[in-house]
């Protein structure tokens, strides 16, 4: 088991630091910051001596193994905008996105997750079918189409909810149902395939043979091990809860990590940026790190390195 958790640590360890690396690298070939923060008529002496003052003049290689030593301190840089510590910029962001996101989540796991296994015990059925539309449909459409037409309607056409802003609750309706839809399609769709092929498995039909109710097979038995796969798909979206705000905080103007990633991406605020994809990957990493956790509690094979079959 300690070898098991080491490995897994090892692993997110390696995921977070060529995620550092990747954003550095490509935020510094991207574009100049001095020419987009003081503007294309600022005078070279003026570009020059921004450049010196956040370093930009060093060879990318010794840039590097600053940005890694201020990581290391604590440090995660400064924005170049405002002259703010980028952690606290991103942090204050934080609740504004996880007041979107969490309530997403919850109705992501509380609608989808039993759908899927509704439809999958009523097979065939109206109801089977009509999940599969729904699902199909909440998972094609884009993000940013869907939070358009539920503008359009709720907002504009009937006046019921207000288009943007961080007011009240009633401003967080339509952005929590934006995107919330998607995710509620995928589990449903991925629910019902997983709830299937359990129930086609000769553990159930051996269940079933000795005489067992049939809401203890599926509460005991096909429920738990149907369970195992999804997993994988909740611990996906609990980590891309913040990545997963952006389009939907754009559309709506919710002042969340969202809007700060787009605003500091178009004024290249290098330091905000790496601070801003650094929690991004950490979130993702962690979430997939306890799924990994998860599994090798489920099924003590895997903690072994023996295969799953």
Known sequence: MIRYILTRLARAILTILLVMTFAFVVLRLSGDPAQILLGPDAPQDAIDTFRARWGLDDPLWRQYLAYLGQILRGDFGTSMRDGSAAITLVLERVPATLALTVPALIL???????AGVYAALHRESLADRGVIMASIFGFTIPSFVLGLLLVLVFAITFDLLPAGGQDSWRHAVLPIVTMSIGGIGILARFSRSAMIEVLGQPYIRTAMAKGLPWRDVVWKHALPNAAVPIVTLVG?????????AIVVESIFSWPGVGRLIVVSVANRDLAVVQCLLLVIAATMVIANLLVDFAYGLLDPRLRSGRPAH
């Open 236 to 244: 996906f979206m609990v980590g891309s809860l913040i990545a997963g």
């Open 108 to 114: 992501k796991l509380g609608i989808g997750i039993p």
